[in-house]
């Protein structure tokens, strides 16, 4: 296991990377973003600045940290020594990128353990950085997290009735109308819902109290990392429903009264059985 001082400078190694991919996307981003690939559906998309984001990041970490592993969103791997794995999002929100929507991200985590198998791995360091916005949140596992440098605590949440809830859908339609019937018994027992659209930046978004709590089905490890351990070093519990770890069944993050409100409700409606 890594300690504090290693920790710390794998942190501002993702920060270093967030910001220069960062800035690669906001400062090349053509007037009309291209679509070059799909993935799980035709509205799953993948841009050129997507996988040249990735290429910057896979690159500088194979030229920085060679001994670690790499898992990319758009296909960069590698195996590693060093029994540290880089978990990268190079675009989080491609389809809000694409529209020209300023709310994506970044995402640039380094992990321990075997992240293709969920709760077999733990982020040790990560960063989360929003180009549009110059957003930028980082974490070290038991350093704290911080949003554009100053030290977050996440505030004590409201009850289920009072709660801005953040969520997402995935791309099949099948799966969409179970998520959307799940959203729509939801939606009468809290505040009120948001769908942002990138799943790195909502979970810092609960982090930083402007989300109360967040959940969605079909993340994967690229999109939860580096986002997950900011919320958490705020002190925001993250989890999968019923004491499950966070992973594409279901992720839910809030501070602790809200969130085991919320695991009850999103258990209740099955929230977590509806992959396809
Ligand atoms: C996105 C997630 C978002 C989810 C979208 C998409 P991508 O990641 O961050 O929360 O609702 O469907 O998966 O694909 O833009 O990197």
Sequence with gaps: MTDLDERAALRDLAEQLARQAGELVQRDRPARVAVTDTKS????????????SEQLLSSQLLRLRPEDGLLGEEGTGRPGSSGLTWVVD???????YAYGLPIYSVSVAVVTGDVAAAGAWRPVAG????PASGETWTAAAGLGATLDGVPLTAPA???????????????QPAQRRRQAAVMAALLPQVRDVRRLGSAAVDLCLVACGRLDAYYEQGLNAWDLAAG????????VTVSGLAGRPPGGPLVLAAGAPLHAALDALLTGL???RLMD
């Design 41 to 52: 559906s035709a509205t799953d998309v993948v841009t050129a600045m997507d996988r040249a």
């Design 228 to 235: 997950m351990l900011v919320a958490r070093e705020a002190g």
């Design 157 to 171: 949440p409201p009850a289920p009735d009072q709660a801005l809830v953040g969520t997402g859908f995935g791309y």
């Design 270 to 272: 099955g929230a977590d």
């Design 90 to 96: 190079p675009i989080d929100g491609t389809v809000n």
């Design 127 to 130: 960063c989360v950085h929003n």
